[in-house]
């Protein structure tokens, strides 16, 4: 697609349950990220992928948190037994050459978010 | 320790006035940086880039301007209209990858 498509845009969940939130990057970007954003304030980084290598998965806060990548493309990030406090947006983004390094510019382009809400 | 920080979390901004809006980084090894726009009900949108070795770089009706000495970045929006409203973002590299987020800069054009 000409975005980055993600789903549900808006989910409520009580307290417990399992969520699951789906990402489409853009076809061709190789690298994808996720990040929260709590009511007011700035996107916390979650999870990286890049291409066929081992994700950096250093901003999950909790073993709670899952994600993964099928086949290069799509992203699914899993939140188990949720919790009040996992209430937030969940962004996700996906960029052409995922580094900075020599020429390339590290522009991410953003989904319009899911938005999870535990009661 | 190390942030990327706004200076204000708001800004109210007279339409056809021109918007100055801050970010604070701490990190001297940061190379690059980002603005984004992020409206109501929207994910954030690319603005500008620019990156250590520049000082100023120019968009439509955007310039972002990096002071390395004093770790300052800011994002100047000329003749500001109804659809600048917005929070707006500025984002640090800090490795090869990851940005780093600041709270944002809420903007409001009055009419």
């Known amino acids: 697609g000409a975005g980055v498509s993600q789903s549900p845009s808006n989910k409520v969940t009580e307290k417990g349950k399992d969520v699951e939130l789906r990402c489409d990057p853009i076809s061709g970007h190789t690298a994808l990220y996720w990040y929260r954003q709590s009511l007011g304030q700035g996107l916390e980084f979650l999870i990286y992928?890049?291409?066929?290598?081992?994700?950096?998965k250093s901003g999950l806060p909790s073993d709670r948190f899952s994600a993964e990548r099928t086949g290069g493309s799509v992203s699914t990030l899993t939140i188990q037994r949720t919790q009040q406090e996992d209430s937030a947006v969940y962004l996700c983004?996906?960029?052409?050459?995922?580094?900075?390094?020599?020429?390339?510019?590290?522009?991410?382009?953003f989904g319009a978010g899911s938005r999870l809400t535990v009661l | 320790g190390e942030s990327v920080g706004l200076h204000l979390p708001t800004l109210s901004v007279q339409e056809g006035d021109n918007s100055i809006i801050n970010c604070a980084y701490s990190n001297s090894a940061s190379d690059y940086f980002i603005w984004y726009k992020q409206e109501s009900g929207k994910g954030p949108q690319f603005i500008i880039d620019?990156?250590?070795?520049?000082d100023k770089r120019q968009g439509q009706r955007v310039t972002v301007l990096l002071n390395k000495t004093v770790k300052h970045l800011s994002l100047q929006i000329a003749a500001t209209q109804p659809g600048d409203s917005a929070v707006y973002f500025c984002a640090e590299n800090r490795n090869d990858y990851k940005l780093s987020f600041g709270a944002g800069t809420t903007v409001t054009v009055r009419a």
């Open positions: 620019i990156r250590s070795n520049m």
């Open positions: 992928f890049q291409g066929n290598s081992a994700p950096d």
């Open positions: 983004a996906s960029s052409l050459v995922g580094t900075t390094s020599g020429s390339g510019a590290n522009v991410l382009t």
